[in-house]
Structures are given as structure tokens and as C-alpha cells.
């Protein structure tokens, strides 16, 4: 169903829009994220962005439209990784530097990058090895570990390569 979202937005937005350099920037970071969901071929559809401040940690989102299904491709996982680079690389395109707002994006990047090498093995280096922490397999967490190892060199690559 369509919600209307307008008495939220009415709230927040005499409150919390900034400048027109930061309604700017973040009108390219969720562009970003928008035309990288749209070209990439796994990523899940784009169901609405905004650029009107909702609360106070996000000046902007993009909705997508998962799909309800229990298993993930290694491309479909990829993508979803492209997709939410995608705003810091259009900030970074477009804007000409970049700013703090992928922070949410890069944690989450970060995390999913993990979990797609450590715990799903679906890294080049590392295929069908999974690093989950043993003494407590309910930790949904991959362990990290202080020495380089090929993980943490396929991990750092990722996000560039995306």
C-alpha cells in the first residue's frame, strides 16, 4: 500500500534542510545510488528517493524493493554492494570531493563484504571457505583477524573494484 508521507515531512523539513550546497551533495549521493540501481542487472528495483531530511542522522534515502528470497547469488550480493557505493562514487564524480554522508553506506558495504567472504565464501581467494567464529556459532559475525591474510587483501579490493 501508498502511504502519505507529507505531515513527516512537513516537521523535519523547516527544521533540519541546510544549505543549497548540502541539499546539492545529497541530491548527488542518493542519484548515485538511484542510476546504480537502475543499470545494474541483480540489484533490486528502486522504489523511492528523497532528499528531504527525514530525521536527524539522514538527509536523504533511496528505497528499494527487495525481493522475498532466502538465497542470494554471488551477483545478486555484488551488486547490492555496487548499488550502495554508488552514492560516494557520484559524490565523488560529480561534486568533486566527498563528504560524510556515506557513512551508513560504507558500514553496511563493509559488513556485507565480510559476511560475502568470510561467512559465504564467495571470494576468488577464498572460495567455499567459510571464517565464522566456532565457539559460538550464533555470532553472525566473521572474526577478524590482527594478521593480513588473503581476506582482508580480497576485502580491500572490493570496494574499488566495485
Known sequence: FLFND????????RSLVGSVRCVQETA???AGHTIAGWFLPNANPILKVSIIPRSQGALGFT??????IELYTKEQLYDLM???????????????????GARDDLSRITELAMHYCGTFGMCGDMK???????????NN??????????????LSRMPSSA
Open 82 to 100: 555496487c548499488t550502495m557505493y554508488g552514492g560516494r562514487a557520484a559524490e565523488e564524480l560529480y561534486a568533486g570531493s566527498i563528504t560524510t
Open 141 to 154: 559475525t566473521c572474526l577478524l583477524y590482527t594478521s593480513p591474510s588473503p581476506r582482508d587483501a580480497t
Open 28 to 30: 548527488f549521493h542518493e
Open 63 to 68: 528505497a528499494t524493493q527487495p525481493e522475498e
Open 128 to 138: 567455499n571457505i567459510a571464517i565464522v567464529d566456532t565457539k559460538n556459532p550464533m
Open 6 to 13: 507529507t505531515a513527516t515531512t512537513e516537521i523535519y523539513t
